[in-house]
């Protein structure tokens, strides 16, 4: 049976009983799905046998790549000790003990204690409940609001979709969940004014926190939150003015600060977290994705010890949790995970090396005629398409252009996400120099072809 007839048998199957995420069915079931069917190092492999350097990390994920044996062995050995219990019913196990004090360790020094879950989207929802139960425990219960920005990804749960800040997932909550608010994003390229600093923009950026806060009264504001870099808003990079200053105004009003960092922790921007990194001090840390690289669903909340205080000054329940919180086998993946990082040395390396070489790679196309910026920090980067580089105009249909450049990618054995005309990557932290270099390539390539594509729409 040739490849092609395995791919039209697996893509016909899929589109008889699955339902993807984030995705517009009608228009996937005419294309059909790429099948993936392996993944080895910064590699993966489709049904028809092409090799495709990952520029996503998966999902911002795979942080030390596919096919790691270590970690398939950390599964397999736990499976057989125990595969599963809960952390229900006054019961703990060796490996969620051992994760829970690990990344104690690797956080900032407030934050020791964990709460797991399996997903991102959990983690938000578990902090959302932790922010508000905290005030009402203090004796503050009409602290109830938190404020987050415009195109922030939370998750698609309806209360941490609600949190977020992009209108495509608000229109399928039915309603959005009350009590959250939504400020500027802090990105200078796309949200300020003519001859504005960056300096000067991302203090406005983050004052508009505070009007926010005194439009509703800080007796009825429980915390800012915000992901240190927005990823999927299009890796939205503040400029270095805009932390200090949501620091200082959380600290003004004596308002929680959660750090969203289900993209940004574990590596990616060269520390173990991002709130490191800009020099923040959060409340409440959540995170996912490459906690385990992708190999096993787990997820957690990194808590502030003065939450952990209110809650453990009250004899009572509280009344939340997963049946998957604290899985032994996520656990074991988890500190198997990081005990290879830290081994092979990955965070300093995206600091000092990998973090680097991917923003000279994307600086090579910033003279390109259809790129209005280049940007980067850590192993995170973006490409903003634009018709007029001189005066930033998009093109027509916001998402079309962006679509064509990475349909081209994809053809060219590489992947790179679309966010409306954003391009934007995350590789694996493993990237060594023959991929930075095979990168360069497919993006100049890819990039030649869209302009090809468009160049009647382009301002020269």
Same mark, same amino acid.
């Given at each position: 049976?040739?490849n092609?007839?395995k791919?039209k048998?697996?893509q016909?199957?899929d589109?008889?009983?699955?339902?993807h995420?984030?995705?517009t069915?009608?228009s996937?079931?005419?294309?059909g799905?790429r099948?993936?069917?392996?993944g080895?190092?910064?590699?993966?492999y489709d049904?028809e046998g092409?090799?495709?350097?990952?520029g996503m990390?998966g999902l911002w994920t795979?942080?030390?790549?596919?096919g790691?044996k270590?970690l398939a062995?950390?599964?397999?050995?736990q499976i057989l000790e125990l595969p599963?219990?809960?952390?229900?019913?006054?019961?703990t196990h060796p490996?969620v003990?051992?994760?829970a004090r690990k990344?104690a360790e690797?956080a900032?020094?407030?934050?020791?204690?964990?709460?797991?879950?399996s997903?991102g989207s959990e983690s938000?929802?578990?902090?959302?409940r932790?922010?508000?139960h905290?005030?009402a425990?203090?004796?503050?219960?009409?602290?109830?609001?938190?404020i987050?920005r415009k195109?922030?990804?939370h998750?698609?749960?309806?209360a941490?979709?609600?949190m977020?800040?992009?209108s495509?997932v608000?229109h399928?909550?039915?309603?959005?969940?009350?009590?959250?608010?939504h400020?500027m994003?802090?990105?200078?390229?796309?949200?300020?004014f003519d001859g504005?600093?960056?300096?000067?923009?991302?203090?406005?950026?983050?004052?508009?926190?505070e009007d926010?806060i005194l439009?509703?009264?800080p007796?009825?504001?429980a915390a800012f939150?915000?992901e240190?870099?927005?990823g999927?808003?299009?890796?939205?990079?503040?400029?270095?003015?805009y932390w200090?200053e949501?620091?200082?105004?959380?600290?003004?009003y004596?308002?929680?600060?959660?750090a969203d960092e289900?993209?940004t922790g574990f590596?990616?921007l060269?520390?173990?977290?991002?709130?490191?990194?800009?020099g923040i001090?959060?409340?409440?840390?959540t +995170?996912a994705? *490459?906690? %385990?690289?992708g190999?096993?669903p !787990?997820s957690?909340?990194?808590? #502030?010890d003065k939450?952990v205080?209110a809650?453990m000054?009250e004899n009572?329940?509280f009344n939340h949790?997963?049946?998957?919180?604290g899985h032994?086998?996520a656990?074991?993946?988890?500190?198997k995970?990081?005990?290879?990082m830290?081994?092979?040395?990955l965070?300093?390396?995206?600091?000092?090396?990998?973090?680097p070489?991917?923003a000279r790679l994307?600086?090579r196309?910033?003279d390109h005629?259809i790129?209005?910026e280049?940007?980067s920090?850590?192993?995170?980067?973006?490409?903003?398409l634009?018709?007029?580089?001189?005066?930033?105009?998009?093109?027509?249909?916001?998402g079309?252009?962006?679509?064509i450049c990475?349909?081209h990618?994809?053809?060219?054995?590489?992947?790179?996400?679309?966010?409306?005309?954003?391009?934007?990557c995350?590789p694996p932290l493993i990237w060594?120099?023959?991929? +930075?270099?095979e *990168?360069? %390539?497919a993006?100049?390539?890819? !990039?030649d072809q869209?302009l090809? #594509?468009?160049?009647g729409?382009v301002?020269?």
């Amino acid at each position: 049976m040739s490849n092609r007839i395995k791919t039209k048998q697996f893509q016909d199957l899929d589109s008889q009983h699955h339902l993807h995420p984030f995705t517009t069915h009608q228009s996937l079931r005419t294309e059909g799905p790429r099948v993936i069917v392996k993944g080895e190092g910064a590699y993966l492999y489709d049904s028809e046998g092409a090799r495709i350097l990952d520029g996503m990390a998966g999902l911002w994920t795979t942080n030390i790549g596919y096919g790691n044996k270590e970690l398939a062995q950390a599964a397999y050995d736990q499976i057989l000790e125990l595969p599963f219990y809960n952390t229900f019913f006054k019961t703990t196990h060796p490996p969620v003990v051992a994760l829970a004090r690990k990344l104690a360790e690797l956080a900032p020094a407030n934050l020791n204690q964990v709460f797991f879950g399996s997903s991102g989207s959990e983690s938000n929802d578990t902090a959302i409940r932790l922010i508000r139960h905290y005030w009402a425990l203090k004796g503050e219960p009409k602290r109830r609001i938190i404020i987050s920005r415009k195109n922030a990804y939370h998750g698609s749960t309806i209360a941490s979709g609600s949190m977020g800040g992009m209108s495509h997932v608000h229109h399928h909550s039915y309603p959005v969940y009350e009590g959250f608010r939504h400020v500027m994003d802090p990105c200078w390229y796309d949200e300020s004014f003519d001859g504005e600093t960056p300096e000067a923009f991302g203090l406005r950026a983050a004052r508009a926190i505070e009007d926010e806060i005194l439009r509703f009264g800080p007796e009825n504001v429980a915390a800012f939150a915000g992901e240190p870099v927005q990823g999927a808003g299009g890796v939205k990079i503040a400029p270095d003015s805009y932390w200090p200053e949501v620091q200082r105004i959380v600290d003004k009003y004596g308002i929680l600060l959660l750090a969203d960092e289900v993209i940004t922790g574990f590596g990616r921007l060269g520390s173990w977290f991002a709130s490191e990194y800009y020099g923040i001090r959060p409340n409440l840390i959540t +995170f996912a994705k *490459a906690a %385990t690289s992708g190999y096993i669903p !787990l997820s957690g909340v990194l808590v #502030d010890d003065k939450i952990v205080d209110a809650l453990m000054a009250e004899n009572d329940d509280f009344n939340h949790g997963y049946t998957f919180s604290g899985h032994p086998v996520a656990c074991a993946v988890a500190l198997k995970n990081l005990e290879i990082m830290e081994r092979e040395r990955l965070v300093p390396r995206v600091k000092d090396e990998t973090g680097p070489a991917l923003a000279r790679l994307l600086s090579r196309f910033k003279d390109h005629p259809i790129v209005g910026e280049v940007r980067s920090v850590g192993m995170m980067g973006a490409i903003e398409l634009v018709a007029d580089k001189k005066t930033r105009r998009r093109f027509a249909d916001p998402g079309r252009v962006g679509l064509i450049c990475r349909d081209h990618f994809f053809r060219g054995g590489f992947i790179m996400r679309a966010v409306f005309d954003t391009m934007v990557c995350a590789p694996p932290l493993i990237w060594t120099e023959a991929q +930075f270099d095979e *990168a360069g %390539t497919a993006i100049q390539k890819a !990039l030649d072809q869209t302009l090809a #594509d468009v160049k009647g729409e382009v301002t020269a």
